[in-house]
Nanobody, 127 residues
Framework: QVQLVEVGGGLVQAGGSLRLSCAAS????????AGWFRQPPGKEREFVAA????????YYADSVKGRFTISRDNAKNTVYLQMNSLKPEDTAVYYC????????????????????WGRGTQVTVSS
């Protein structure tokens, strides 16, 4: 079992930045693909960004491409989501997810492909 804990959410004005962190309890975190999802108020959970276990391969939703960056420090068992140029429509609960992989180059954008989830952190962007 892998526990994931997100921190870094908060209230920010439009155009501002936030960095989310997700710490994993798994020491061999490089063997886990990771992703960030979000659930806006009244809407379904949606994909934001994904990273392969090595961190070399990344993938983004079109809505955040060029503004958000996913990265990871496997030595610290942590994955990050740097969010810049935030918009009110980025307001959501943000979730970190992970799943074990045999090949460190794999990543996933479908929530059903992930085994482990954090509890989420609220991000609110004011206009």
């Amino acid at each position: 079992q892998v526990q994931l804990v997100e921190v870094g959410g908060g209230l920010v004005q439009a155009g501002g930045s936030l960095r989310l962190s997700c710490a994993a309890s798994q020491r061999t975190f490089s063997t886990f693909a990771a992703g960030w999802f979000r659930q806006p108020p009244g809407k379904e959970r949606e994909f934001v960004a994904a990273s392969s276990g090595s961190g070399i391969r990344t993938y983004y939703a079109d809505s955040v491409k060029g503004r958000f960056t996913i990265s990871r420090d496997n030595a610290k068992n942590t994955v990050y989501l740097q969010m810049n140029s935030l918009k009110p429509e980025d307001t959501a609960v943000y979730y970190c997810a992970a799943r074990g992989v045999l090949y460190s180059g794999l990543f996933y954008q479908n929530s059903n492909d992930y085994e482990y989830w954090g509890r989420g952190t609220q991000v609110t962007v004011s206009s």
